[in-house]
Each structure stands twice: as structure tokens, then as C-alpha cells.
């Protein structure tokens, strides 16, 4: 089944985040969706693809624990900075390639080594679909 191409200025969210954040595409693989680069699989380098999501609310960040540490067991959540060690998982058949890896859809889900889930809320488009 055909989904949406993601691409730069799509809307994600992190399931331990406090507020959305944006997918940022670099023009690397010179394709562009809506007149805006289409993202990849690959499109997954904190800071540079994923932008933070306000505060962290997960039990393993590290920052976290301190912090909760510090008021003396009181959870206290921390500011988000991802931790995304691996590409996103494809969420259809990567069919489509863009540049040397295949175009990221909307069902698309990225795992934070916090624990989190981060997924897309908004593609960035609503006319061009990945096989």
C-alpha cells in the first residue's frame, strides 16, 4: 500500500517527548518533493534530521535520572536531545530509492535509545506517495 513521502519540514513526535518536532533533510541527494528535499531512511542524525521535542519524559535518559536524582526522587523531565543510533525502520516496501537509499514514507517509526518511539505526524507534503 502507497503512503506519503516524507520530507523536510515534516512534523514528528516522540512518544517520551513534550512537543513536536521537525524533520530537517539536507539536499544532498538533490530530489526534491513540493519543491523541498525528500527524505530517506538515512535522514536520522540527531540534531541535524531530528529536532529536539521539548523535554524528555523517559525513565532512561540519562539527564533524567540525574535531575530526578537531584530533587530527591521527584521526576523531574529534562530538555530533549535525540538519540537516534539507527535508521528509520520502513513502515511499507522500500521500493522507491533517492540517491542510495530507499525514500522514507510516512509509516515510518525511528527508536531513540531513551526508550521513545518517534514517529510522523505531518509528511511535509500531500500529493506525492511512495510505492
Known amino acids: 500500500m502507497a503512503s506519503l513521502q ?3 519540514g515534516g512534523t514528528l513526535q516522540c512518544s517520551f517527548g513534550a512537543a513536536p518536532g521537525v524533520l530537517n ?9 513540493g519543491g523541498v528535499p525528500a527524505a530517506t ?17 523517559s525513565t ?9 536524582s ?15 543510533p539507527a535508521p528509520w525502520i520502513p513502515g511499507g516496501a522500500p521500493t522507491a530509492l533517492i540517491g542510495p537509499a ?3 514514507d510516512a509509516q515510518g517509526t ?3 535509545a531513551w526508550g521513545g518511539v518517534i514517529k510522523v505526524t505531518q509528511p511535509g507534503q500531500t ?3 511512495v510505492p
Request: proline content about 13%; aromatic content about 4%; some cysteine.
Open 6 to 8: 516524507v520530507c523536510a
Open 25 to 33: 533533510v539536507l539536499p544532498a541527494n538533490r530530489t526534491l518533493v
Open 41 to 57: 531512511l538515512l535522514d536520522s542524525i540527531p540534531i541535524v534530521n531530528i529536532t529536539p521535542f521539548g523535554m524528555c519524559q
Open 60 to 68: 532512561a535518559n540519562p539527564t533524567v535520572i540525574a535531575a530526578t
Open 70 to 84: 537531584a530533587a530527591l526522587g521527584v521526576f523531574t523531565p529534562m530538555p530533549c536531545v535525540p538519540a537516534t
Open 102 to 104: 530507499p525514500a522514507l
Open 110 to 112: 525511528l527508536v531513540c
Open 127 to 129: 500529493s506525492t506517495l
